[in-house]
């Protein structure tokens, strides 16, 4: 298959020791905050900001563990590539935000470890994307294999609009949280302080790349990893706002920008599965329809006459 770049064993790797990763230290994360408690690398003013972390973190994870199934690159880049957006993102903020860490903020000693450890797993992970990204793009392109590649699906017209304010929207957010965490900061509809802010604004940036990316693939059997993904970050995410309720200002105008936001990412990630299931159940139909078209030959070498009325 003549421009496409076989998958490499490091990103495949990389994927599913980030998945172990993801589930463990996002659920920790997500249930400590669903019983109030902030338990996150740095010290935040409430347990909200690091059960969306959490939760995000434990929504991407069953994806991240079914890269290994695909072959070619381009099955899978709109996953892998804000997946290592948000491992060099997390780390610089870690970084930038070193004061406000539990182990400097004299946290209690579970957590002073668990900031150690975070810091020291992000790098090594940061590193390790980096390294599978340069060796993955420097991979020859040419054919892969022999089996032939699902036909592709293209995007219907009508959710590319959605698609591209959907991605926009995740993608401003997260850039300005980022940059400017304290004007940013401030608009958010709960307590953030900075590291919180650029924290979310990291997963709200890959966020918005991954859906971006799906507009740019304009193929549902390329972005089949990254659909598997979307609709559980936004459950997740719907969970711990719900159990916080309390704590978000939702009648302002950014609360209820990030309910269309979370409502978006569902939708997207729903509407993208069933699409892909309809066309799945037609490619699967249509060996049938062509076996059935063919005329049944008798022992004497002639076409059996159909029976039937007329």
């Known amino acids: 298959m003549a421009g496409t770049k076989e998958l490499s064993p490091g990103v495949v790797v990389l994927s599913a020791v980030v998945g ?29 900001s690091p059960g969306l972390i959490g939760a995000a973190m434990a929504g991407v994870a069953p994806a991240l563990f079914t890269i290994g199934r695909a072959r070619l690159w381009e099955d899978v880049r709109s996953l892998v590539l804000p997946l290592v957006i948000v491992l060099a993102g997390l780390f610089t903020v870690s970084l930038l935000n070193g004061g406000s860490l539990q182990v400097v903020e004299g946290g209690p000693l579970f957590l002073a470890l668990f900031s150690l450890g975070w810091v020291a797993t992000l790098g090594l992970l940061a590193l390790g994307a980096a390294g599978c990204l340069v060796a993955q793009y420097r991979r020859p392109a040419g054919r892969v294999g022999t089996a032939p590649r699902q036909p592709a699906v293209p995007l219907p017209g009508w959710s590319k609009p959605p698609l591209a304010v959907v991605g926009s929207g995740w993608l401003g957010i997260g850039a300005g949280l980022i940059t400017f965490p304290g004007f940013w900061g401030s608009l958010v509809p709960w307590t953030v302080n900075r590291a919180d802010a650029q924290g979310l604004g990291v997963w709200a940036l890959a966020l918005g790349v991954g859906v971006l990316g799906a507009l740019a693939e304009d193929d549902l059997t390329r972005i089949r990893p990254a659909l598997r993904a979307v609709p559980l970050i936004a459950l997740a995410t719907a969970v711990v706002l719900a159990v916080h309720f309390r704590s978000v200002d939702w009648v302002s105008g950014p609360g209820v920008s990030l309910l269309a936001l979370v409502v978006g990412l569902f939708a997207t990630g729903a509407s993208g599965h069933w699409l892909l299931s309809r066309a799945d159940r037609g490619d699967s139909a249509a060996p049938e329809t062509a076996r059935a078209a063919v005329p049944e030959i008798d022992t004497q070498g002639g076409a059996v006459p159909e029976t039937g009325a007329g």
């Not at 589930?23 to 249930?31: C, D, F, H, I």
């Not at 338990?39 to 935040?44: E, L, T």
Request: proline content about 3%; hydrophobic content about 50%.
């Open 20 to 48: 172990g990763i993801s589930l463990t230290t996002g659920a920790l994360l997500t249930v400590t905050s669903l019983f109030g408690y902030a338990a996150g690398a740095w010290v935040s003013p409430e347990a909200l």
